[in-house]
């Protein structure tokens, strides 16, 4: 599986504004920097994975069937001064078991009990898809503890994926990339029954950030791919209101997986937005 995985030679993107090399596919794993830390449950454990920095903390929190290895390609151009915290949610990586009832408000007190544990408590928080709108749920409902908001491809609602591309979230993928994400899907949840996947699949669904980004006052980026095609002139198509503490930005080329298809453009606009954040803070 792992040699599966490491396999893929990088191609060159199509040049563009925001273009990178293709990086290896999603499920290599983390350097030695990063220590596992399991965190005990009622009925079983949370786990993450910690690089730990002297700078800001930055927290990244996977997608609906990811652990923290989909991170791999994206860490090796993060601020190595960042203090990292990468969660893996119920059920996903080392933590077990998978929820009996899952919500994206239930993987935010989550996250918020392993920073506790961490004695960690501000910090900047980010996540691709899920993890993205699991983010966004961390400002609404733990706003003091937060200093920015970077959401990958984190839709305000399920009207969102729909409306701004019509579900279209594979389209840039190559063959190649499609097999191996299908791979790591598989090794990610070869212990979960099918009853378990269906459930913790459509938690997003059940989830609306439209209220928290019209009324937040928290720095936010938001990451989006732009399937080939021009994108949305108003960010509202997105859910994402005019605001100018929202800051919008696309990748050429690129759909819904930037962390296998983007991850240095990604680990770029994250850097620069956090500096920026800490420089108005007077950080």
């Known amino acids: ?12 993107a199509a040049v563009g504004w925001a273009a990178d090399p293709q990086p290896k596919p999603e499920g290599q794993q983390l350097g030695d920097e990063f220590i596992y830390r399991q965190f005990p449950l009622a009925d079983g ?10 700078g800001p903390t930055l927290v990244l929190i996977p997608g609906t069937f990811g652990d923290a290895r989909v991170f791999a390609e994206l860490v090796k151009t993060l601020d190595k001064s960042l203090n990292l915290v990468l969660i893996e949610n119920r ?31 501000t910090f900047y928080v ?10 966004l749920e961390l400002g609404r409902s733990f706003p003091r503890r937060i200093r920015g908001i970077i959401s990958m491809e984190g839709w305000t609602n ?23 994400k299908e791979e790591y ?10 009853e378990q996947i269906k459930a913790f699949a459509t938690i997003w669904r ?14 936010i980026l938001e990451l989006y791919g732009d399937r080939g095609q021009k994108p949305p002139a108003d960010p509202r198509l997105l859910g ?16 819904h997986s930037l962390l296998m298809e983007r991850p240095e453009g990604v680990a770029r606009q994250t850097n620069e937005f956090i500096a920026q954040v800490e420089k108005a803070r007077g950080g």
């Open 185 to 194: 899907r598989r090794d990610v949840l070869q212990r979960w029954t099918p």
């Open 1 to 12: 599986m792992q040699r599966a995985l490491l396999c893929l030679v990088g191609l060159l």
């Open 126 to 135: 980010g996540g691709h898809s899920l993890g993205g709108m699991i983010s």
């Open 91 to 121: 059920g996903l990586g080392k933590s077990w078991p998978p929820p009996k009832e899952g919500s994206i408000e239930q993987c935010g007190r989550d996250a918020v009990l392993i920073l506790d544990a961490l004695k960690i408590d």
């Open 206 to 219: 059940q989830w609306d950030g439209t209220e928290f980004l019209k009324t937040t006052d928290l720095p």
């Open 240 to 255: 994402i209101p005019n605001r100018k503490n929202i800051k919008v930005f696309w990748f050429e080329g690129a759909s």
């Open 158 to 180: 399920w009207q969102a994926a729909r409306d701004a591309f019509g579900n279209d979230m594979k389209s840039t993928l190559t063959p190649e990339q499609l097999r191996l």
């Open 45 to 54: 454990h949370l786990s993450c994975a910690h690089r730990a920095g002297p």
